[in-house]
């Protein structure tokens, strides 16, 4: 994570670059371009989609395009200027649906699924910084915007609101790395099997031995016949983000 972090962008050249107002500079001689920025961001999100970041580089890039690596330095200067179009693009892209205008909890839960889908379809985002991801492009301030209006008419000051959505966010994107970490997921699928093969044998497994560890059978076996599921990220998901808008109604009531 720490190694894709460090790549980093001139501030002045990738606004420049989102907004569209440095134009790239050509030299009259030669084939015109056979692809466009918009085409290269597309390839890149393709790769990082598929191979995640440690699969993205200009070359990776540029063979999906089928052009040389150096054809793409015509678009971008380097990976670190890459990463934020590809950020700032997928900002862009997302669904913007009208928000409940009567109910803050609707629309806050609506605006944490949006962030969640978005992190469902491009897992790479979350090995970036959230630093990293509020580069002050077309596509975070549409979605910025958007994400405030939700918090409308609920009687929070400026800086409240702003801490507010990154708290909401935070969570989100808290949540989903718990719930993609594969060790995480190995051992809750370890404590299942061992709770099913203690219910199912005869002589139950010490490991799962009420006597010594009570309370964590107890509730190990409760939570597994409810969910009939070792790890159930839905259910932690809806329960956290349940309990972030309970905190919330504590500065808005």
């Known amino acids: 994570m720490s190694g894709h972090n460090s790549v980093k962008s001139d501030p002045a050249h990738t606004l420049a670059l989102l ?3 440095r134009e790239v500079q050509r030299s009259g001689r030669g084939r015109k371009p056979t692809i466009n920025l918009d085409q290269v961001v597309d390839a890149a999100l393709q790769v990082a989609n598929e191979a995640g970041l440690d699969g993205l580089s200009m070359r990776t890039v540029a063979n999906a395009l089928r052009v040389t690596p150096m054809t793409l330095y015509t678009y971008v200067p380097g990976k670190a200027e890459l ?3 590809m950020l700032d693009t997928v900002y862009l892209r997302m669904p913007r649906p009208a928000l409940d205008p009567d109910c803050w909890r609707t629309r806050l ?10 992190l469902e379809s491009h897992p790479w985002m979350v090995e970036l910084s959230p630093a990293r991801a509020a580069a002050p492009g077309p596509g975070f301030l549409a979605k910025y915007e958007y994400e405030l209006s939700a918090f409308t008419g609920l009687g929070l000051d400026d800086i409240t609101t702003d801490a507010a959505l990154t708290y909401l ?4 994107r808290a949540a989903f790395c718990a719930a993609s970490s594969a060790p995480s997921q190995l051992l809750s699928t370890a404590l299942h099997g061992g709770r099913r093969l203690a219910a199912s044998d005869s002589e139950p497994a010490p490991a799962f031995d009420p006597a010594a560890y009570p309370t964590a059978v107890r509730i190990g076996t409760a939570v597994g016949a409810a969910r009939r599921s070792a790890c159930a990220p839905d259910d932690a998901y809806h329960f956290g983000l349940a309990r972030v808008l309970d905190g919330l109604a504590m500065l808005i009531n």
């Open 83 to 85: 990463l934020d179009h």
């Open 109 to 118: 839960t609506a605006i944490a699924q949006q962030n969640r889908d978005v």
């Open 19 to 21: 907004w569209r107002t």
């Open 169 to 172: 966010l935070t969570f989100v």
